[in-house]
């Protein structure tokens, strides 16, 4: 039964204080997700970007493999640019920039170019392979390229 | 009488509206942390499809080298260069294979042998060219195929 007592527990409105907790927890939960907005927006993004990446390495590294497989020697100077000879007389250069763009140019000066792939990579001579060790690794070699034909001078 | 229902009806409304806000709530940062997981997800398998072929295409890369080491031999030996070279028993078994084909190029002096390599389902080759100099077959180029 209801009573005029049992009546008192439906209020018509809330107290300021319940409002201004109300508000508040609402502006923290409305706070998290937009965080969670955003970090989901930006993870997105992200992976975009580093696939993009990903495949331009592999492309780049994908055509400097086969230049080190068929070179007859490995010169490196400085860290930043190699040099391949090919036994038909060719001579390939791979150089990074200040940038990290990577490009290849021939004897001939045809030219290639994989932008902002290689900003810490360092190339190295390791016995016949050409290695790129990534800064990001502390100096690991990230990439060891080795040539077949320095190889099979070993072997003869 | 009229009144007290119609309190309950409106705190039940209000109730429900409540409960409303917050399914909708949980239902968007629920929907969020899964586009997120989903994402991480598709990157971590991104990831795993590209180490697992670069591991294959390291292997394919060896057993070349080891085809080629072959051949070199087989040539100053002055025994046939065709054929498949027999493996180790575990490499056998994830379907590791190196087949070499061996041809004559211009002159008697040049020979041309094709390296074919197989690691589970993955294919590799090489292009060697041989010139015979001083009576010693020398390795004159070498060109990584696909």
């Given at each position: 039964?209801?009573?005029?007592?049992?009546?008192?527990?439906?209020r018509?409105?809330?107290?300021?204080?319940?409002?201004?907790?109300?508000?508040?927890?609402?502006?923290?939960v409305?706070?998290?997700?937009?965080?969670?907005?955003?970090?989901?927006?930006n993870?997105?993004?992200?992976?975009?970007?580093?696939?993009?990446r990903?495949?331009?390495?592999d492309?780049?590294?994908?055509?400097?493999?086969?230049?080190?497989?068929?070179?007859?020697?490995?010169?490196?100077?400085?860290?930043?640019?190699?040099?391949?000879?090919?036994?038909?007389?060719?001579?390939?250069?791979?150089?990074?920039?200040?940038?990290?763009?990577?490009?290849?140019?021939?004897?001939?000066?045809?030219?290639?170019?994989?932008?902002?792939?290689?900003?810490?990579?360092?190339?190295?001579?390791?016995?016949?392979?050409?290695?790129?060790?990534?800064?990001?690794?502390?100096?690991?070699?990230?990439?060891?390229?080795?040539?077949?034909?320095?190889?099979?001078?070993?072997?003869? | 009488?009229?009144?007290?229902?119609s309190?309950?009806?409106?705190?039940?409304?209000?109730?429900?509206?409540?409960?409303?806000?917050?399914?909708?709530?949980?239902?968007?940062?629920v929907?969020?942390?899964?586009l997120?997981?989903a994402?991480?997800?598709?990157v971590?398998?991104?990831?795993?499809?590209?180490?697992?072929?670069?591991?294959?295409?390291?292997?394919?890369?060896?057993?070349?080298?080891?085809?080629?080491?072959?051949?070199?031999?087989?040539?100053a030996?002055?025994?046939?260069?065709?054929g498949?070279?027999?493996?180790?028993?575990?490499?056998?078994?994830?379907?590791?294979?190196?087949?070499?084909?061996?041809?004559?190029?211009?002159?008697?002096?040049?020979?041309?042998?094709?390296?074919?390599?197989s690691?589970?389902?993955h294919?590799?080759?090489?292009d060697?060219?041989?010139?015979?100099?001083?009576g010693?077959?020398?390795?004159?180029?070498?060109?990584?195929?696909s």
């Amino acid at each position: 039964m209801i009573n005029g007592r049992s009546t008192r527990r439906f209020r018509r409105g809330y107290s300021l204080m319940e409002l201004l907790i109300a508000l508040g927890l609402i502006m923290i939960v409305m706070n998290s997700a937009g965080d969670l907005y955003r970090a989901v927006v930006n993870s997105g993004r992200d992976q975009g970007n580093l696939s993009n990446r990903a495949s331009r390495i592999d492309t780049a590294v994908n055509v400097m493999r086969r230049d080190a497989w068929g070179c007859s020697r490995i010169a490196v100077t400085d860290g930043k640019s190699a040099q391949l000879s090919l036994p038909d007389g060719d001579v390939l250069t791979w150089r990074i920039d200040a940038d990290g763009n990577l490009s290849r140019t021939n004897a001939a000066g045809a030219h290639q170019e994989w932008s902002d792939i290689g900003r810490d990579w360092t190339f190295a001579r390791d016995g016949v392979a050409l290695t790129i060790s990534n800064g990001d690794y502390h100096g690991i070699t990230a990439i060891r390229m080795t040539s077949q034909m320095l190889l099979a001078e070993g072997v003869r | 009488m009229k009144q007290d229902i119609s309190n309950r009806r409106e705190f039940n409304r209000s109730k429900s509206n409540r409960r409303g806000f917050v399914l909708m709530m949980a239902v968007v940062l629920v929907g969020l942390i899964g586009l997120g997981i989903a994402g991480i997800a598709q990157v971590c398998r991104i990831d795993m499809v590209r180490t697992r072929a670069r591991a294959q295409d390291a292997q394919l890369r060896e057993l070349l080298l080891a085809g080629a080491d072959v051949a070199i031999a087989r040539l100053a030996n002055g025994s046939a260069v065709d054929g498949m070279i027999t493996l180790p028993d575990d490499l056998t078994a994830q379907g590791a294979k190196i087949v070499l084909h061996a041809q004559a190029a211009a002159g008697a002096d040049a020979k041309e042998v094709t390296i074919e390599a197989s690691f589970s389902m993955h294919q590799l080759s090489q292009d060697l060219h041989f010139v015979r100099s001083q009576g010693a077959w020398q390795l004159n180029s070498a060109e990584l195929g696909s």
